[in-house]
Nanobody
Framework: QVHLVESGGGLVQTGGSLRLSCAASGTISSLDLIGWYRQVPGNQRELVATLNNFGVTNYADSVLGRFTIARDNDKYTASLQMNMLEPEDTAVYYC???????????????WGQGTQVTVSS
């Protein structure tokens, strides 16, 4: 089993910055695609950014140029640097990873518990 724990959420004013972190733990054979998603109550969870283990990134248009995703493959951690935050960025942010464990050769999806980001106007 792989566990993901997010941290770094909070309250910030418009134009401010926050950095989210995600730590993966458990017996991990490989950590492939990692990503950040967000969800507002009543809406579907939406992709914010992803980063695969070849260094290829994908960003939602709404965050392009403001958010930066990164990972540390040695420590099994990921981060999301969020700059120029807007009230529309307010949501619960979830870390996602596709990982393999020694006893399961298939890539499985894992999610963190989420961290609240609130941007005040």
């Amino acid at each position: 089993q792989v566990h993901l724990v997010e941290s770094g959420g909070g309250l910030v004013q418009t134009g401010g910055s926050l950095r989210l972190s995600c730590a993966a733990s458990g017996t991990i054979s490989s950590l492939d695609l990692i990503g950040w998603y967000r969800q507002v109550p009543g809406n579907q969870r939406e992709l914010v950014a992803t980063l695969n283990n070849f260094g290829v990134t994908n960003y939602a248009d709404s965050v392009l140029g403001r958010f930066t995703i990164a990972r540390d493959n040695d420590k099994y951690t990921a981060s999301l640097q969020m700059n120029m935050l807007e009230p529309e960025d307010t949501a619960v942010y979830y870390c996602h990873a596709q990982a393999k464990t020694p006893w399961d050769p298939a890539l499985r999806d894992y999610w963190g518990q989420g961290t609240q980001v609130t941007v005040s106007s």
